[in-house]
Every structure is written in C-alpha cells, then in structure tokens.
C-alpha cells in the first residue's frame, strides 16, 4: 500500500501510518467472518485505496477502523453477490440476506479484534507454508509492505515475489487454513513459527543476506512494530517479550555499526556513544520484567545476553564470564550450530583463542555449517588473536568470497589486508 500525497506530505503519511496500523486489524476481522482470506485481502486493499484518497483530504472519521471494516465487508458483499448471481440469482439472494446480517454486525464493538491481529498471524505461519512463503505473507498481510517493497529487501524480482505470494494463498487455500479456534497445542505451535518469522525478517533487515547494504532498515523497522503488536496481544507471553527486547537491543546499535561510507564496523570497534539509549533502556526494562515471573526461552537468553553487551560502556569492559555462563544456559534450552558458534566467540574471550578453535573445529566436523562464511570468519578471527597472521589471512579471504554482502566481503577483505602481505615462495 503507497499513499499520494493528496493534501501535503505531512497528511498522506499520518494517513498511511494509520492504515498501516489498521491493516491487520482489519483483515484479521474479514478472514475470520468470511472464511477467505484471498478474497478478504482483495476487499481490505480496496478499502485502504479509498481510505488513502478519501483521509487524506476530509481527515480520518471518528471510528476508523468500523470504517474499514465495513466498506470492506461491502466491498466482499458486492463481489460475493455478483460472483453468485452469474451462477443462480434465486439462491443468490438468500445468500446475500445471511451475507449482510454478518456486515451489519458493529465491527468498531468487536470484543476479539485483538484476536483477530493475532489469528491473521497464525493464518500467515501456516505450517503448509514454507519460510519464505510465511514471511512474505506476513510482510504483506500483517506488515503493509507492498510487494515491490517486500522484493526489493530479498532482493528478487516483482514478478518472483508475486508468484511467490500467490503461491502461499493458492496454497493456504487448499490446505484448509483453521479459521476456528486453535487447539492450546496447536497455538503454541503456531506463536512459535510466527515469532521465528518475526526474527527472521529483523536479521535479514539487521544484517542483508546479499547485496550493497549492510542493513535494510524497513524490514527490521517493520519486525520491530510486528513483535510489538504480539508482545501488546500476548503481554504474558515470556518469549514475546524476550523476542521484543531483543530486537530492541540489537537495533540499538544500528547506527554504529557502519562508517558513512557503508564499511562495516565490528562490535569492538563501534563509537558506543552512537547507540540508541531508549531502545537499550526499553529492552533491559523488557527483560527484567520478564525473566523472573516467566519460563526462561531462548529469545529471553539472548536478550540477557545482548543486554550485557549493551551495559558495557567500553568493549573491554563486556562481562564475558557472564555471556559464556548464558550460552552455556542457551546451548541447554536451544541447542543450534549458530548458538554454538557464538559461544566460541564469547569463550575465546576468557579462556584465549584455543579454546574458542577447538569448539569450532567440533562444530566444522559435524559439517552442519559447512561452507558459512561466519563460520570460517570466526575462525580468522581467533587465528589472528592467537598470532596466526597466514592462517587467518586466509581464512579472512575465503570468508570474503563466500559471502554475497558486499560490505561484509569488503570489511573481510580489509582485514587480511591488515595482516601484511602474502608470504613470497623460497626462489630455490
């Protein structure tokens, strides 16, 4: 959804926050009632149009999500209504009579909207869908990207992204989403998919996968305001709140973490005056809260984790003692190649580089993480602390062809520059 800018930019961007915020609120409703969510989507997206053009001038109304509700139930009347009557008009309209009693309904009133933002997450992390297929629907159900935004952050084509998302309905469609309640099992289930759908879209906005930019900021913007709105649906939810502060702390850095050319700038090097202290202060309060009255999950150990770093006024001040204490928790609750690796890092740093390398060399064997430029990254890392300079000028170099960030490769690159040049062959 892109808004003109109809009455003056300052007005068509109020206008399309609100929609944006309204937008799962809405199509959460109409799914649910109707029972089809492609259709559902059409009718929201024609309301929001109209919404678009119509707020703009005359201002919001007083009730603006009734308002979008009921233009699109009207709008789904209409389709249902003419789709019906080229098939039987006499059955038709007793249809369309049970079909308004429905849109009559005060849809302002409605004591589950709340569950219905919640239950269009659900429908968006259905379990028939792949990952890619989840998150691009989410995105564009719940998010309010558009498709052309959704594809320009993955880097694909419009037209992939379209098919991609079409694919996800025609999918949703014929596995029968459950639009009733969920079983307790089944919605725990699901509250998992969405919330690693939720942290996949901030790390890929956090740090690009691929291309010229180290981050792409809309994608970890839109994650942020989604882990909200589960955490304000959910507020009892341990790990809806340990997701929140974490993104919270690690967005914190964003703005540190690159020179104004685009270099990259590590953790340890980063102007620490630069990081955001609402964010940290919001994500330390978040998890302080959270951890004693809760079971302790892996998004509220990395938090905790993040918050260490965060509380750290220097990089030589970090509590790694502390950190290498809770990877050792999260390596118990959510065992992971990834975690494991990061606990090298945080290892390396109390007991040397050696001890950090022998569990790399454990985690390389088991082949699971074969080829991951982080990996061999890591490894270059701890080489050069341990005085290796060959060894990881190499490994630095490897690392750099393999990943597809160009800033990532450009900073890898740099350091096995730093390290001096290539050791000449003996001339016999």
Not at 289 to 313: D, F, K, W
């Amino acid at each position: 959804m892109r808004l003109g800018d109809v009455n003056g930019p300052s007005r068509a961007s109020e206008v399309e926050d609100l929609l944006r915020e309204l937008l799962p609120h809405v199509l959460g409703t109409l799914a649910r009632r109707w029972g089809d969510f492609d259709a559902a989507e059409d009718a929201v997206q024609d309301a929001l149009l109209i919404a678009a053009r119509r707020w703009a001038v005359e201002g919001p109304p007083d009730n603006p999500r009734g308002w979008l509700i009921t233009v699109a139930s009207r709008r789904l009347t209409d389709q249902y209504r003419q789709d019906a009557a080229r098939r039987r008009r006499e059955t038709t309209a007793a249809a369309m009579d049970a079909a308004r009693d429905r849109v009559s309904a005060p849809a302002d009133t409605d004591p589950t909207a709340g569950d219905d933002t919640l239950f269009l997450l659900f429908l968006c992390c259905h379990p028939s869908l792949t990952a890619e297929s989840q998150i691009a629907l989410t995105l564009r159900a719940v998010g309010g990207l558009t498709t052309a935004q959704i594809a320009s952050a993955f880097l694909v084509p419009v037209s992939t992204m379209t098919r991609r998302i079409s694919r996800a309905k025609q999918r949703m469609a014929v596995d029968g989403p459950t639009f009733g309640p969920l079983s307790e099992r089944d919605r725990d289930e699901r509250l998992r998919a969405v919330m690693q759908v939720l942290y996949l879209i901030f790390n890929e906005g956090y740090t690009a996968s691929g291309g010229t930019c180290l981050q792409r900021a809309e994608l970890a913007a839109a994650a942020i305001r989604l882990a909200r709105l589960v955490h304000r649906l959910l507020p009892d939810e341990g790990e809806a709140a340990g997701l929140l502060a974490l993104m919270l702390l690690t967005h914190a850095r964003s703005a540190a973490r690159s020179r104004p050319d685009g270099a990259l700038v590590p953790l340890e090097k980063q102007d620490r005056g630069l990081w955001s202290a609402a964010e940290i202060r919001e994500g330390i309060d978040l998890i302080e809260q959270t951890l004693p009255r809760s079971l302790v999950g892996p998004y509220q150990i990395q938090a905790a984790i993040a918050a260490v770093h965060s509380e750290a006024a220097r990089a030589e001040d970090t509590d790694w003692p502390q950190i290498v204490a809770l990877y050792e928790l999260l390596e118990t609750v959510a065992p992971s190649p990834v975690v494991t690796l990061n606990h090298a890092v945080a290892r390396a740093m109390t007991d040397g580089p050696q001890a950090g390398l022998d569990m790399l060399a454990e985690l390389g064997s088991d082949g699971r993480l074969a080829g991951y430029h982080r990996l061999i990254a890591v490894q270059a890392h701890l080489l050069e602390m341990r005085g290796d300079r060959a060894a990881a000028r190499a490994a630095y170099r490897t690392a750099a062809r393999r990943t597809t960030s160009l800033p990532e490769q450009r900073y890898l690159e740099s350091r096995a520059s730093a390290l001096g040049p290539e050791d000449k062959p003996e001339v016999p």
